[in-house]
């Protein structure tokens, strides 16, 4: 059974930093993504990486605060973010991709399946 389990959601000020974890099970993935939703709006794209070479993809908006990083021992994706502000407040959710659809990295289509969510604050 293929599991995605986040962790590292919580309550930061402005200007802080949180790193969220993604363990996956069940499977090997070829891309794993970040998303994130707030209510009432549309799920967005955040960063995505290859798991084989490690190339990265970042949406602008997260573009030089964030970094997503893997570990392939431990079978986890992580998401780094700095510089917070409160725009970052929202559900970020970990997806994964069983094929190579870089075409579709940055559509929820292009991910098989989805984490429950985990909820990221800033306080201004």
């Known amino acids: 059974q293929v599991q995605l389990v986040e962790s590292g959601g919580g309550l930061v000020q402005a200007g802080g930093s949180l790193r969220l974890s993604c363990a996956a099970s069940?499977?090997?993935?070829?891309?794993m993504g970040w998303f994130r939703q707030a209510p009432g709006k549309e799920r967005e794209f955040v960063a995505a990486?290859?798991?084989?070479?490690?190339?990265?993809y970042y949406a602008d908006s997260v573009k030089g605060r964030f970094t997503i990083s893997r570990d392939n021992a431990k079978n986890t994706v992580y998401l780094q973010m700095n510089s917070l502000k409160p725009e970052d407040t929202d559900v970020y959710y970990c997806?994964?991709?069983?094929?190579?659809?870089?075409?579709?990295?940055?559509?929820?289509?292009?991910?098989?399946?989805w984490g429950q969510g985990t909820q990221v604050t800033v306080s201004s």
């Open positions: 990486i290859s798991w084989s070479r490690g190339n990265t």
């Open positions: 069940g499977r090997t993935f070829s891309i």
């Open positions: 997806a994964a991709s069983k094929a190579d659809t870089f075409w579709a990295l940055t559509r929820t289509s292009g991910y098989d399946y």
